[in-house]
Protein backbone atom coordinates (compact mmCIF):
# COMPACT_ATOMS: atom_id res chain seq x y z
CA UNK A 1 0.00 0.00 0.00
CA UNK A 2 1.12 3.73 -0.88
CA UNK A 3 1.79 5.21 1.93
CA UNK A 4 -0.12 8.78 2.77
CA UNK A 5 2.63 11.63 3.09
CA UNK A 6 2.11 14.41 5.44
CA UNK A 7 4.09 17.70 6.07
CA UNK A 8 5.36 18.57 9.61
CA UNK A 9 6.50 22.05 10.11
CA UNK A 10 8.54 22.38 13.20
CA UNK A 11 8.74 18.62 13.39
CA UNK A 12 12.11 18.39 15.40
CA UNK A 13 11.00 20.13 18.18
CA UNK A 14 8.55 19.03 21.36
CA UNK A 15 5.30 18.40 20.16
CA UNK A 16 6.19 18.09 16.36
CA UNK A 17 8.64 14.87 17.49
CA UNK A 18 6.09 12.95 19.59
CA UNK A 19 3.80 13.50 16.79
CA UNK A 20 5.73 12.04 14.01
CA UNK A 21 6.26 9.04 15.80
CA UNK A 22 2.97 8.80 16.24
CA UNK A 23 2.15 9.55 12.47
CA UNK A 24 4.67 6.92 11.78
CA UNK A 25 3.36 4.50 13.62
CA UNK A 26 -0.14 5.21 12.23
CA UNK A 27 1.40 4.19 8.89
CA UNK A 28 1.73 7.82 7.27
CA UNK A 29 4.95 9.04 5.78
CA UNK A 30 6.32 12.08 7.28
CA UNK A 31 8.15 14.70 5.91
CA UNK A 32 9.56 17.30 8.66
CA UNK A 33 10.49 21.03 7.92
CA UNK A 34 12.29 22.59 10.20
CA UNK A 35 14.91 25.75 10.44
CA UNK A 36 16.41 23.94 13.85
CA UNK A 37 15.75 27.56 15.57
CA UNK A 38 14.50 25.69 18.79
CA UNK A 39 15.60 21.98 18.45
CA UNK A 40 18.70 19.76 16.42
CA UNK A 41 18.77 16.78 14.06
CA UNK A 42 19.31 14.60 17.71
CA UNK A 43 15.34 14.38 17.76
CA UNK A 44 15.02 12.76 14.21
CA UNK A 45 17.98 9.85 15.33
CA UNK A 46 15.21 9.14 19.09
CA UNK A 47 12.28 8.89 16.53
CA UNK A 48 14.40 6.11 14.02
CA UNK A 49 15.24 4.53 17.53
CA UNK A 50 11.37 4.47 18.43
CA UNK A 51 10.27 3.78 15.15
CA UNK A 52 13.04 1.92 12.33
CA UNK A 53 12.26 4.61 10.24
CA UNK A 54 13.55 7.89 9.63
CA UNK A 55 11.44 10.64 8.43
CA UNK A 56 12.36 12.53 5.62
CA UNK A 57 14.41 16.39 6.63
CA UNK A 58 14.17 19.21 5.35
CA UNK A 59 16.05 22.36 6.78
CA UNK A 60 14.17 25.04 5.73
CA UNK A 61 12.92 27.92 7.09
CA UNK A 62 9.34 28.55 6.75
CA UNK A 63 9.43 32.56 6.12
CA UNK A 64 11.35 31.48 2.84
CA UNK A 65 8.88 31.70 0.58
CA UNK A 66 10.75 30.67 -2.03
CA UNK A 67 12.24 27.37 -0.69
CA UNK A 68 8.65 26.90 1.07
CA UNK A 69 8.19 26.88 -2.88
CA UNK A 70 10.83 24.47 -3.89
CA UNK A 71 9.85 22.27 -0.74
CA UNK A 72 6.23 21.99 -1.61
CA UNK A 73 6.88 21.48 -5.53
CA UNK A 74 9.04 18.16 -4.22
CA UNK A 75 6.49 17.22 -1.87
CA UNK A 76 3.17 18.41 -3.81
CA UNK A 77 1.81 14.73 -3.12
CA UNK A 78 1.22 15.13 0.48
CA UNK A 79 -2.20 14.94 1.68
CA UNK A 80 -2.18 17.22 4.46
CA UNK A 81 0.26 19.70 6.75
CA UNK A 82 0.66 19.72 10.72
CA UNK A 83 1.75 23.11 11.07
CA UNK A 84 3.69 23.57 14.49
CA UNK A 85 7.00 25.53 13.83
CA UNK A 86 6.88 28.91 16.13
CA UNK A 87 8.25 30.39 18.64
CA UNK A 88 6.66 29.91 21.74
CA UNK A 89 8.83 31.95 24.40
CA UNK A 90 5.60 34.38 25.97
CA UNK A 91 8.18 36.68 28.20
CA UNK A 92 10.78 37.12 24.81
CA UNK A 93 7.95 38.03 22.71
CA UNK A 94 6.80 40.96 24.92
CA UNK A 95 10.54 42.01 24.42
CA UNK A 96 10.57 41.23 20.34
CA UNK A 97 6.88 41.33 19.13
CA UNK A 98 7.88 41.61 15.54
CA UNK A 99 9.74 38.99 15.81
CA UNK A 100 6.78 36.56 16.51
CA UNK A 101 4.25 38.30 14.33
CA UNK A 102 7.16 37.52 11.59
CA UNK A 103 8.00 33.97 12.24
CA UNK A 104 4.77 32.82 13.33
CA UNK A 105 2.31 34.27 11.30
CA UNK A 106 4.80 35.16 8.21
CA UNK A 107 5.31 31.37 8.39
CA UNK A 108 1.63 30.14 8.53
CA UNK A 109 0.66 32.69 5.33
CA UNK A 110 3.07 30.68 3.50
CA UNK A 111 2.09 27.52 4.62
CA UNK A 112 -1.45 28.45 3.31
CA UNK A 113 -0.49 29.92 0.21
CA UNK A 114 1.62 26.75 -0.70
CA UNK A 115 -1.32 24.52 0.40
CA UNK A 116 -3.62 26.43 -2.22
CA UNK A 117 -1.40 26.25 -4.42
CA UNK A 118 -0.56 22.42 -4.59
CA UNK A 119 -3.99 21.89 -3.58
CA UNK A 120 -3.13 19.77 -0.56
CA UNK A 121 -6.56 19.61 1.61
CA UNK A 122 -6.26 19.30 5.12
CA UNK A 123 -4.08 21.67 7.91
CA UNK A 124 -4.23 20.71 11.69
CA UNK A 125 -2.68 23.77 13.99
CA UNK A 126 -1.19 24.32 16.88
CA UNK A 127 -3.16 26.47 18.73
CA UNK A 128 -3.05 27.05 22.39
CA UNK A 129 -5.35 27.21 25.48
CA UNK A 130 -3.66 30.73 25.39
CA UNK A 131 -6.38 32.02 23.41
CA UNK A 132 -9.04 31.92 26.55
CA UNK A 133 -6.86 34.47 28.20
CA UNK A 134 -8.91 34.31 31.76
CA UNK A 135 -12.13 32.56 31.38
CA UNK A 136 -15.22 33.28 33.29
CA UNK A 137 -16.06 30.11 33.92
CA UNK A 138 -14.54 26.69 34.02
CA UNK A 139 -14.06 24.33 32.65
CA UNK A 140 -13.37 25.75 28.89
CA UNK A 141 -15.05 24.56 26.01
CA UNK A 142 -14.51 25.79 22.43
CA UNK A 143 -17.30 27.77 22.67
CA UNK A 144 -16.10 29.88 25.45
CA UNK A 145 -15.36 33.01 24.10
CA UNK A 146 -11.98 34.01 23.68
CA UNK A 147 -10.34 36.99 25.33
CA UNK A 148 -7.94 39.55 24.17
CA UNK A 149 -4.09 37.63 24.65
CA UNK A 150 -1.90 38.89 26.77
CA UNK A 151 1.31 38.81 24.93
CA UNK A 152 2.61 38.81 21.29
CA UNK A 153 2.75 35.10 21.30
CA UNK A 154 -0.88 34.69 22.41
CA UNK A 155 -1.99 36.93 19.59
CA UNK A 156 -0.08 34.81 17.00
CA UNK A 157 -2.53 32.17 18.05
CA UNK A 158 -5.38 34.20 17.88
CA UNK A 159 -4.72 36.01 14.14
CA UNK A 160 -3.62 32.01 12.93
CA UNK A 161 -6.85 30.86 14.06
CA UNK A 162 -8.54 33.90 11.87
CA UNK A 163 -5.76 33.70 9.11
CA UNK A 164 -6.73 30.13 8.52
CA UNK A 165 -10.54 30.79 9.06
CA UNK A 166 -10.93 33.70 6.66
CA UNK A 167 -8.47 31.38 4.15
CA UNK A 168 -10.37 28.32 4.43
CA UNK A 169 -13.64 30.63 3.33
CA UNK A 170 -12.10 31.74 0.22
CA UNK A 171 -10.60 28.06 -0.94
CA UNK A 172 -13.13 25.59 -0.73
CA UNK A 173 -10.62 22.79 -1.01
CA UNK A 174 -8.87 23.02 2.14
CA UNK A 175 -10.24 22.36 5.48
CA UNK A 176 -8.53 22.61 8.78
CA UNK A 177 -8.72 21.35 12.66
CA UNK A 178 -7.50 23.84 15.23
CA UNK A 179 -5.75 22.29 18.34
CA UNK A 180 -6.12 24.15 21.37
CA UNK A 181 -3.21 22.29 23.56
CA UNK A 182 -3.42 22.68 27.32
CA UNK A 183 -0.64 22.18 28.76
CA UNK A 184 1.70 19.53 27.18
CA UNK A 185 4.25 17.84 29.62
CA UNK A 186 6.26 14.42 29.69
CA UNK A 187 8.50 12.39 27.09
CA UNK A 188 8.10 9.54 24.89
CA UNK A 189 8.02 6.25 27.63
CA UNK A 190 11.03 4.96 25.67
CA UNK A 191 13.21 8.20 26.84
CA UNK A 192 14.41 8.71 23.60
CA UNK A 193 12.76 12.13 22.82
CA UNK A 194 11.12 14.57 25.04
CA UNK A 195 11.65 18.70 26.02
CA UNK A 196 14.70 20.31 25.34
CA UNK A 197 14.65 23.71 26.96
CA UNK A 198 16.83 26.55 25.83
CA UNK A 199 18.51 28.08 29.08
CA UNK A 200 16.35 28.44 31.89
CA UNK A 201 12.68 26.98 31.63
CA UNK A 202 10.01 29.21 31.33
CA UNK A 203 7.73 26.19 31.99
CA UNK A 204 7.03 24.37 35.34
CA UNK A 205 7.46 20.86 34.35
CA UNK A 206 11.15 21.13 32.90
CA UNK A 207 12.11 23.72 35.91
CA UNK A 208 10.52 20.88 38.48
CA UNK A 209 12.91 18.32 36.17
CA UNK A 210 15.98 20.47 36.72
CA UNK A 211 15.43 21.31 40.15
CA UNK A 212 14.74 17.20 40.56
CA UNK A 213 18.13 16.97 38.73
CA UNK A 214 20.23 19.61 40.67
CA UNK A 215 20.77 21.66 37.48
CA UNK A 216 18.66 24.35 39.24
CA UNK A 217 18.97 24.92 42.79
CA UNK A 218 15.03 25.94 43.84
CA UNK A 219 12.00 25.59 42.20
CA UNK A 220 10.15 29.20 42.65
CA UNK A 221 6.37 28.62 43.12
CA UNK A 222 4.40 31.73 41.69
CA UNK A 223 2.08 32.58 44.31
CA UNK A 224 0.10 30.57 46.57
CA UNK A 225 -2.76 33.53 47.61
CA UNK A 226 -4.86 32.54 44.44
CA UNK A 227 -8.68 32.05 44.54
CA UNK A 228 -8.30 28.17 44.52
CA UNK A 229 -8.70 25.67 46.58
CA UNK A 230 -5.07 25.65 48.10
CA UNK A 231 -3.97 28.86 46.85
CA UNK A 232 -2.04 27.41 43.88
CA UNK A 233 -2.34 28.19 40.11
CA UNK A 234 -4.48 25.61 38.27
CA UNK A 235 -3.76 23.83 34.89
CA UNK A 236 -4.65 20.93 32.53
CA UNK A 237 -1.40 19.10 32.13
CA UNK A 238 -1.86 16.62 29.65
CA UNK A 239 0.92 13.95 28.42
CA UNK A 240 2.76 14.71 25.26
CA UNK A 241 2.10 10.91 23.56
CA UNK A 242 -1.55 11.47 23.92
CA UNK A 243 -1.44 14.88 22.78
CA UNK A 244 0.51 13.31 19.56
CA UNK A 245 -2.42 10.98 19.02
CA UNK A 246 -5.08 13.29 18.64
CA UNK A 247 -2.75 14.82 15.92
CA UNK A 248 -3.63 11.59 14.04
CA UNK A 249 -7.17 11.58 15.28
CA UNK A 250 -7.38 14.83 13.60
CA UNK A 251 -5.57 14.05 10.56
CA UNK A 252 -7.81 11.01 10.07
CA UNK A 253 -10.84 13.43 10.45
CA UNK A 254 -10.34 15.49 7.99
CA UNK A 255 -9.64 12.92 5.62
CA UNK A 256 -13.30 11.29 6.76
CA UNK A 257 -14.59 14.12 4.95
CA UNK A 258 -15.01 17.20 7.75
CA UNK A 259 -15.08 20.50 5.84
CA UNK A 260 -14.55 23.87 6.92
CA UNK A 261 -12.82 25.02 10.28
CA UNK A 262 -12.86 22.22 13.04
CA UNK A 263 -11.73 23.10 16.94
CA UNK A 264 -10.74 20.56 19.75
CA UNK A 265 -9.63 21.20 23.09
CA UNK A 266 -6.91 18.68 23.58
CA UNK A 267 -6.50 18.63 27.66
CA UNK A 268 -7.56 16.32 30.12
CA UNK A 269 -9.98 17.42 31.24
CA UNK A 270 -8.68 17.36 35.26
CA UNK A 271 -7.12 20.59 36.48
CA UNK A 272 -3.60 20.27 38.83
CA UNK A 273 -2.51 23.18 41.16
CA UNK A 274 1.30 23.56 41.41
CA UNK A 275 1.41 22.48 44.09
CA UNK A 276 -0.44 19.06 43.80
CA UNK A 277 2.08 18.61 40.46
CA UNK A 278 4.93 19.06 42.91
CA UNK A 279 3.68 16.35 45.06
CA UNK A 280 2.69 13.92 42.33
CA UNK A 281 5.93 14.73 40.87
CA UNK A 282 8.09 13.68 44.00
CA UNK A 283 5.66 10.30 44.37
CA UNK A 284 6.06 9.04 41.27
CA UNK A 285 10.00 9.66 41.22
CA UNK A 286 11.22 9.68 44.73
CA UNK A 287 12.95 12.92 44.60
CA UNK A 288 11.69 15.50 46.56
CA UNK A 289 11.66 19.16 44.50
CA UNK A 290 13.52 22.23 46.21
CA UNK A 291 11.22 24.92 46.16
CA UNK A 292 10.15 27.96 48.19
CA UNK A 293 6.78 30.14 47.57
CA UNK A 294 7.53 34.30 45.85
CA UNK A 295 4.97 36.52 44.56
CA UNK A 296 2.79 35.82 41.49
CA UNK A 297 4.51 35.64 38.07
CA UNK A 298 2.75 38.76 36.00
CA UNK A 299 0.01 37.75 33.30
CA UNK A 300 -0.14 34.31 34.82
CA UNK A 301 -4.17 33.19 34.75
CA UNK A 302 -5.93 31.88 38.36
CA UNK A 303 -6.94 28.60 37.01
CA UNK A 304 -7.69 26.87 33.43
CA UNK A 305 -8.64 23.20 32.37
CA UNK A 306 -10.41 21.62 29.76
CA UNK A 307 -13.62 20.20 28.51
CA UNK A 308 -12.59 17.84 26.63
CA UNK A 309 -15.59 16.31 25.06
CA UNK A 310 -15.67 17.39 21.87
CA UNK A 311 -12.77 15.69 20.59
CA UNK A 312 -13.87 12.44 22.56
CA UNK A 313 -17.36 12.71 21.05
CA UNK A 314 -16.12 13.51 17.27
CA UNK A 315 -12.42 12.76 16.74
CA UNK A 316 -12.47 9.34 19.44
CA UNK A 317 -9.59 10.39 21.30
CA UNK A 318 -9.29 11.51 25.26
CA UNK A 319 -6.03 11.46 26.86
CA UNK A 320 -5.28 7.91 28.87
CA UNK A 321 -1.90 8.06 30.25
CA UNK A 322 -2.06 8.28 33.97
CA UNK A 323 -0.17 11.31 35.52
CA UNK A 324 2.32 8.91 37.42
CA UNK A 325 3.38 7.83 34.02
CA UNK A 326 3.68 10.69 32.11
CA UNK A 327 5.88 12.42 35.15
CA UNK A 328 7.79 9.29 35.18
CA UNK A 329 8.59 9.66 31.86
CA UNK A 330 9.27 13.51 32.58
CA UNK A 331 12.30 11.89 34.68
CA UNK A 332 13.68 9.53 32.82
CA UNK A 333 14.39 12.06 29.92
CA UNK A 334 15.58 14.15 32.35
CA UNK A 335 17.90 12.48 33.48
CA UNK A 336 19.32 11.34 30.10
CA UNK A 337 19.85 14.40 29.18
CA UNK A 338 21.58 15.62 32.51
CA UNK A 339 23.83 12.51 32.36
CA UNK A 340 24.29 13.64 28.17
CA UNK A 341 25.54 16.94 29.00
P1 LIG B 1 9.35 23.63 19.94
O1 LIG B 1 10.08 24.92 20.00
O2 LIG B 1 9.94 22.45 20.63
O3 LIG B 1 9.06 23.22 18.43
C1 LIG B 1 8.86 24.16 17.42
C2 LIG B 1 9.74 23.78 16.25
O4 LIG B 1 9.54 24.72 15.20
C3 LIG B 1 11.23 23.84 16.59
O5 LIG B 1 11.84 22.64 16.15
C4 LIG B 1 11.76 25.04 15.82
O6 LIG B 1 13.10 24.86 15.41
C5 LIG B 1 10.79 25.10 14.66
N1 LIG B 1 10.60 26.42 14.06
C6 LIG B 1 10.29 27.60 14.67
N2 LIG B 1 10.17 28.57 13.75
C7 LIG B 1 10.39 28.01 12.54
C8 LIG B 1 10.42 28.50 11.21
N3 LIG B 1 10.20 29.79 10.94
N4 LIG B 1 10.69 27.64 10.21
C9 LIG B 1 10.93 26.33 10.46
N5 LIG B 1 10.94 25.81 11.69
C10 LIG B 1 10.67 26.64 12.72
O7 LIG B 1 7.87 23.92 20.48
P2 LIG B 1 6.70 22.91 20.82
O8 LIG B 1 6.47 22.96 22.28
O9 LIG B 1 6.93 21.62 20.15
O10 LIG B 1 5.49 23.68 20.15
C11 LIG B 1 4.98 23.31 18.88
C12 LIG B 1 3.78 24.18 18.55
O11 LIG B 1 2.79 24.04 19.57
C13 LIG B 1 4.07 25.69 18.50
O12 LIG B 1 3.29 26.25 17.47
C14 LIG B 1 3.62 26.19 19.84
O13 LIG B 1 3.26 27.53 19.79
C15 LIG B 1 2.42 25.31 20.09
N6 LIG B 1 2.04 25.15 21.49
C16 LIG B 1 2.96 24.68 22.39
C17 LIG B 1 2.61 24.54 23.72
C18 LIG B 1 3.60 24.05 24.74
O14 LIG B 1 3.37 24.24 25.94
N7 LIG B 1 4.70 23.41 24.35
C19 LIG B 1 1.32 24.86 24.15
C20 LIG B 1 0.39 25.33 23.19
C21 LIG B 1 0.78 25.48 21.87
C1 LIG C 1 2.25 26.63 34.76
C2 LIG C 1 2.04 27.04 36.19
C3 LIG C 1 2.99 29.17 36.79
C4 LIG C 1 7.17 28.04 36.30
C5 LIG C 1 2.55 28.86 29.19
C6 LIG C 1 2.15 29.81 28.10
C7 LIG C 1 1.12 29.21 27.22
C8 LIG C 1 1.51 27.81 26.76
C9 LIG C 1 2.19 26.96 27.77
C10 LIG C 1 1.94 27.79 24.43
C11 LIG C 1 1.69 28.51 36.35
C12 LIG C 1 3.65 28.06 37.56
C13 LIG C 1 5.79 28.02 36.34
C14 LIG C 1 7.89 28.18 37.50
C15 LIG C 1 5.81 28.23 38.70
N1 LIG C 1 2.31 27.74 25.63
N2 LIG C 1 5.13 28.11 37.53
N3 LIG C 1 7.17 28.26 38.67
O1 LIG C 1 1.70 29.64 32.13
O2 LIG C 1 0.07 27.73 31.84
O3 LIG C 1 1.39 28.49 29.94
O4 LIG C 1 3.09 27.70 28.56
O5 LIG C 1 0.97 28.12 23.89
O6 LIG C 1 0.90 30.08 26.17
O7 LIG C 1 1.62 30.99 28.70
O8 LIG C 1 2.51 27.25 31.74
O9 LIG C 1 4.35 25.90 32.61
O10 LIG C 1 4.69 28.40 32.37
O11 LIG C 1 3.15 27.54 34.14
O12 LIG C 1 5.22 28.32 39.79
O13 LIG C 1 9.13 28.23 37.53
O14 LIG C 1 3.27 26.87 36.91
O15 LIG C 1 2.79 30.28 37.62
O16 LIG C 1 0.76 28.59 37.38
P1 LIG C 1 1.36 28.37 31.49
P2 LIG C 1 3.80 27.26 32.67
Known amino acids: MVQQKIIV ?5 YIGSHTTVALQNAGYRVVILDNLSNSDKDSMDGIVRITGVRPEFEHIDCTDRTAMHRIFERHRDAIGVIHFAALKAVGESVEKPLLYYRN ?3 G ?4 LDMMTEFKI ?7 SATVYGVPDKLPVTEDT ?3 PATSPYGQT ?9 DTVVANSGLSATLLRYFNPIGAHPSGEIGERPNGVPNNLMPYICQAA ?14 DTPDGFCIRDYIDINDLANAHVAAMRHLQSGATGVNVFNLGTGCGQSVMQLIRAFEKATGVTIPHKITSRRAGDVPAIYANACRAE ?11 HETLASAWRWQQKITKSK
Open 108 to 111: LMNV
Open 313 to 323: QILGWRAVVPL
Open 145 to 147: PLQ
Open 121 to 127: PYLVFSS
Open 157 to 165: KVMGENIIA
Open 213 to 226: AGVRECLCVFGDDY
Open 104 to 106: NLG
Open 9 to 13: TGGAG
